[in-house]
Structure formats: structure tokens, C-alpha cells
């Protein structure tokens, strides 16, 4: 009996190894797995693909990457999702597309993985995620649909986010002595004054281009200036007195830009920077991994960086991509392991490092990072004003964003009158918003 026992005790003290060994690494049932990601052409991508082989040497999961343009990467996801078995098992998405796919029920809620115990890592530590990416990106179902409250869910995790940043010529700015706008009366002081200072340079680049580039300039401004595109009933309020004021600041700033400045979408702005044809910028945060690259930019050790200057509040955007599981992916609990190494202190540290954007407050606090990237740490502070709602994610936005950047070209171009072109705005988006049911509790 007594060689039975200690039979049995030796048996059961091996099983319990055995056991505790896997359980060691969650990683181990997965060893083999070929993930295959969709992601888009991006800077931050960009860095992902540097750091992907440490993924799968940690985890012994391979990666597949199906790197696309984000409009074609759209377009392909939208065929794969209403797919009964999709070829990806983790997509990137542009935030605007949040709520067209949990509206049509294609992405996963988040809370089933990061409940199992042998999937969700204890030391991941959500708190440490930036909130306004988080409410903004990956959070729908709460307040107003698309926001954080106790109807709300985690459909994905902010990943290649942006906020907005004032990048200036630093020489410029000392060779006029010249103070660093905190405001938008002293910005807009300074966008036309530039010009006269240095004849053919531009005061501020800006997006200006027919449909989401003139857009996403206008919202810019919207938000620290007071503004939104509705009330808390949905009433269009985009044409009220901060919404002219927006649309005036925005034409001020194109008028007295760099040459070409009516037709600039994202990249041409970045480029008159980049080229030295203008003073300032005021944009996403994920620019300024450019400015400082050789091959990129001839302004190389010129420019500095603040907040986004305040209006009646600070304000500045939030913006870019999430990474999410998709329902019918083949493979979700090994792309619910990449999700959270990508994301976690670890991983987010290993991209910002390749010249990624980083996800956690950590790492724009962290000391290498800060090394590496002096500015990480003034865009660290800009987050404490990261707005999640200074555009509406509702499934209707397309419309109604397209027929604002519409308007706003031909008031930047064609001179149409700004209260004129957003009153038509705010009519033809209340026809939408009715026709889609947004009135129907009234």
C-alpha cells in the first residue's frame, strides 16, 4: 500500500509539471499557427512588420501580412467579413469603420478573450492604454452609440492611433523671435504674418481637398473652438457660430499657406513641410517620425513640437487605426494572442522603437523611447487632450462627411459663403439622420 501511495503522489507530482509546464506558456497549443493580417500601408504598419519576427520567435505563431492602401484594404475587407470562413484572422481598420462592422456584426466583442484565464495575460494592464484612443477606436455600443458607458463593449484595441500635434520651424520661429502659438487668436496671428517675414513661404499647411481631406481640416478646428457636428439629439449644430468660426479659421489658414494649398490632401501638406515651404503644421501625431529622416525631409533637426493650440478648450483629435478580430476569422484565439503582445508595455515599447505610434502613456514616458524620439514626450501631454468625440462614428458618417468636405472645398475654392454652405450641410444631414431612424423616439 505504502509503494502504491508514494506510486500514485510520484504519478500525480509529475502530471502537475507536466501541467504547470504548459500552462507556463499560453503560447504552446498555438505553436504552428500561421496567422495571416490584414494591414494598411502605413508608417506604423511599417514598424509592425520590423517587429513581427520577435512575435513569432517568443510564441513560435507565424504571421502572414496582407499589407494593402487603407481604401483598398476597406474595399477587401468588406468582401471578407460577410465571408462563412475569412482569410484573416486579425484586420486593421480606419476608425471610421468601427461602426459599420459592429453594426453589421462582423468583428468580435473583446470581453469573452480577455475573460479566459488562459488567453487574457494578468500583467496586461488596461489602465495603461490610452483612453481617448480607447473610447474613440475600440469602444462602441456605450453613449451615443459609439462611445464609452454602461451599454458600451471593446470591439478592438487602438493600434496605429494619432492625435493631432503643432510642429513649427524652430529657426524660423528664432530668427523673427516669434512666440509658440498657445491659442487660436495667436495662431491665426501668426499664419499670415509668416508670409510677410519670409516672402514665399507658406504660414501653415493644411488639408484642403474635396471630400474627407477638407473634412478632417474643418473638424480639426471645430472641436477647440467650441463646435460639434450635432447636439446631444442629433440636431445638426455644425452651422452654429463655432462652426463659422471653424470654417473661417480653416480658410484664413489655406489662404495664407504654401503654393498649391487649395488641392492638399494629407500627404502634399506633409510634404510642403517637409520641403521647407511652410512655417507650420498641424496634423497627425504619425507625421513626425518623417521629419527627422534624411531621405524624407530638409528640415532635419529645425523643428520643434507642442499641443494643439486651444480655442475655447484644448481639443485635439483622435484618429487612425485599431486592430480587431474578425467573426469569421479561422484562427481567433491564437490572433487574440498577437492582438495582446502587439499591444502590451512589451510589444508597444518594440514598435515605437522601430518608429511606430505608441498605444500606452508608458511609452511615451519611457526613457528609451524618449532617447530615441525627443518628442514622445510633448505628444504624451497632448493626450491628456485627445478628444474621442470630435467627429461622430455613427453608420452614416460617410455620407454626411463626404458632403461636408464637398462644402468646405467650394468655400476654400469657389468662395461660397460659409453660412450659406453649412446651413445646406446641416439640412441635407438632417435628412439623412431622419431617413436612417435617429428621430424615430421623438
Same mark, same amino acid.
Given at each position: 500500500?505504502?509503494?502504491l501511495?508514494?506510486?500514485?503522489? /510520484?504519478?500525480?507530482?509529475a $502530471?502537475?509539471l507536466t501541467?504547470?509546464?504548459a +500552462?507556463?506558456? !499560453?503560447?504552446?497549443?498555438?505553436? #504552428?499557427?500561421?496567422?495571416?493580417?490584414?494591414?494598411?500601408a502605413?508608417?506604423?504598419?511599417?514598424?509592425?512588420?520590423?517587429?513581427?519576427?520577435?512575435?513569432?520567435?517568443?510564441?513560435?505563431i507565424?504571421?502572414e501580412?496582407?499589407?494593402?492602401?487603407?481604401?483598398?484594404?476597406r474595399?477587401k475587407?468588406?468582401?471578407?467579413?460577410?465571408?462563412?470562413?475569412?482569410d484573416?484572422?486579425?484586420?486593421?481598420?480606419v476608425?471610421?469603420?468601427?461602426a459599420d462592422?459592429?453594426?453589421?456584426?462582423?468583428?468580435?466583442?473583446?470581453?469573452?478573450?480577455?475573460?479566459?484565464?488562459?488567453?487574457a495575460?494578468p500583467?496586461y494592464?488596461?489602465?495603461?492604454l490610452?483612453?481617448g484612443y /480607447?473610447?474613440?477606436i475600440? $469602444?462602441?455600443?456605450?453613449?451615443?452609440?459609439? +462611445?464609452?458607458? !454602461?451599454?458600451?463593449s471593446?470591439? #478592438?484595441?487602438?493600434y496605429?492611433?494619432?492625435?493631432?500635434?503643432?510642429g513649427?520651424?524652430?529657426?524660423?520661429?528664432?530668427?523673427?523671435?516669434l512666440?509658440?502659438p498657445?491659442?487660436?487668436?495667436?495662431?491665426?496671428?501668426?499664419?499670415?504674418?509668416i508670409?510677410?517675414?519670409?516672402?514665399?513661404?507658406?504660414?501653415?499647411?493644411?488639408?484642403?481637398?474635396?471630400?474627407h481631406?477638407?473634412?478632417?481640416?474643418?473638424?480639426?478646428?471645430?472641436a477647440p473652438?467650441?463646435?460639434?457636428?450635432?447636439?446631444d439629439?442629433?440636431?445638426?449644430?455644425?452651422?452654429?457660430?463655432?462652426?463659422?468660426?471653424?470654417?473661417?479659421?480653416?480658410?484664413k489658414?489655406?489662404d495664407?499657406?504654401?503654393?498649391?494649398?487649395?488641392?492638399?490632401?494629407?500627404?502634399?501638406a506633409?510634404?510642403a513641410?517637409?520641403q521647407?515651404?511652410?512655417?507650420m503644421?498641424?496634423?497627425t501625431?504619425?507625421?513626425s517620425?518623417?521629419?527627422?529622416d534624411?531621405?524624407?525631409?530638409?528640415?532635419?533637426?529645425?523643428v520643434?513640437?507642442?499641443l494643439?493650440?486651444?480655442?475655447?478648450?484644448r481639443?485635439?483629435?483622435?484618429?487612425g487605426?485599431?486592430?480587431?478580430?474578425?467573426?469569421?476569422?479561422?484562427h481567433k484565439?491564437a490572433a487574440?494572442?498577437?492582438?495582446?503582445w502587439?499591444?502590451?508595455?512589451?510589444?508597444d515599447?518594440l514598435?515605437?522603437?522601430?518608429?511606430g505610434?505608441?498605444?500606452r502613456?508608458?511609452?511615451?514616458?519611457?526613457?528609451d523611447?524618449?532617447a530615441?524620439?525627443?518628442h514622445?514626450?510633448?505628444?504624451?501631454e497632448?493626450?491628456?487632450y485627445?478628444d474621442?468625440?470630435w467627429?461622430?462614428?455613427i453608420?452614416?458618417?460617410?455620407?454626411?462627411?463626404?458632403?461636408?468636405?464637398?462644402?468646405?472645398?467650394k468655400?476654400?475654392?469657389?468662395g461660397?459663403?460659409?453660412?450659406?454652405?453649412?446651413?445646406?450641410v446641416?439640412?441635407r444631414?438632417k435628412?439623412?439622420?431622419e431617413?436612417?431612424g435617429?428621430?424615430?423616439?421623438?
Amino acid at each position: 500500500m505504502l509503494n502504491l501511495a508514494k506510486t500514485i503522489a /510520484l504519478t500525480a507530482a509529475a $502530471v502537475t509539471l507536466t501541467v504547470g509546464a504548459a +500552462l507556463a506558456n !499560453p503560447y504552446a497549443p498555438y505553436k #504552428g499557427t500561421t496567422l495571416v493580417v490584414n494591414f494598411p500601408a502605413h508608417a506604423h504598419y511599417d514598424a509592425v512588420r520590423k517587429v513581427l519576427p520577435q512575435f513569432t520567435k517568443e510564441t513560435g505563431i507565424g504571421v502572414e501580412v496582407d499589407q494593402l492602401q487603407y481604401q483598398k484594404m476597406r474595399e477587401k475587407q468588406t468582401l471578407e467579413l460577410t465571408k462563412s470562413k475569412g482569410d484573416y484572422d486579425l484586420i486593421a481598420y480606419v476608425v471610421f469603420s468601427k461602426a459599420d462592422y459592429v453594426f453589421a456584426d462582423q468583428i468580435e466583442n473583446l470581453a469573452r478573450f480577455f475573460m479566459n484565464p488562459k488567453l487574457a495575460d494578468p500583467n496586461y494592464d488596461p489602465d495603461d492604454l490610452i483612453q481617448g484612443y /480607447l473610447e474613440n477606436i475600440g $469602444v462602441a455600443g456605450g453613449k451615443k452609440g459609439y +462611445l464609452p458607458g !454602461p451599454t458600451g463593449s471593446l470591439f #478592438g484595441i487602438p493600434y496605429g492611433a494619432e492625435t493631432s500635434v503643432f510642429g513649427y520651424r524652430k529657426d524660423i520661429f528664432e530668427k523673427h523671435n516669434l512666440k509658440v502659438p498657445e491659442t487660436y487668436d495667436e495662431l491665426l496671428d501668426l499664419v499670415c504674418k509668416i508670409p510677410q517675414l519670409e516672402p514665399g513661404m507658406g504660414g501653415l499647411a493644411s488639408r484642403a481637398a474635396s471630400g474627407h481631406q477638407a473634412s478632417h481640416a474643418f473638424l480639426l478646428h471645430l472641436a477647440p473652438l467650441g463646435g460639434r457636428v450635432f447636439d446631444d439629439n442629433w440636431n445638426p449644430i455644425v452651422n452654429n457660430a463655432a462652426g463659422v468660426q471653424a470654417a473661417e479659421a480653416l480658410k484664413k489658414i489655406v489662404d495664407c499657406g504654401p503654393e498649391g494649398s487649395k488641392s492638399f490632401g494629407f500627404s502634399e501638406a506633409a510634404n510642403a513641410f517637409l520641403q521647407g515651404n511652410t512655417a507650420m503644421f498641424l496634423d497627425t501625431s504619425i507625421f513626425s517620425g518623417q521629419v527627422n529622416d534624411p531621405e524624407k525631409s530638409k528640415v532635419v533637426g529645425k523643428v520643434g513640437w507642442a499641443l494643439h493650440p486651444a480655442g475655447v478648450r484644448r481639443g485635439s483629435q483622435t484618429g487612425g487605426f485599431g486592430i480587431a478580430i474578425p467573426k469569421n476569422a479561422q484562427h481567433k484565439e491564437a490572433a487574440f494572442l498577437l492582438m495582446q503582445w502587439l499591444t502590451s508595455k512589451h510589444g508597444d515599447k518594440l514598435v515605437a522603437m522601430a518608429g511606430g505610434n505608441p498605444s500606452r502613456y508608458s511609452t511615451h514616458a519611457d526613457a528609451d523611447v524618449n532617447a530615441k524620439f525627443p518628442h514622445m514626450k510633448t505628444f504624451g501631454e497632448a493626450l491628456k487632450y485627445a478628444d474621442p468625440d470630435w467627429r461622430p462614428i455613427i453608420p452614416v458618417w460617410g455620407k454626411i462627411n463626404a458632403d461636408l468636405g464637398t462644402t468646405m472645398s467650394k468655400i476654400l475654392t469657389e468662395g461660397l459663403d460659409i453660412q450659406e454652405g453649412l446651413d445646406g450641410v446641416a439640412m441635407r444631414a438632417k435628412a439623412i439622420m431622419e431617413e436612417a431612424g435617429y428621430y424615430s423616439w421623438k
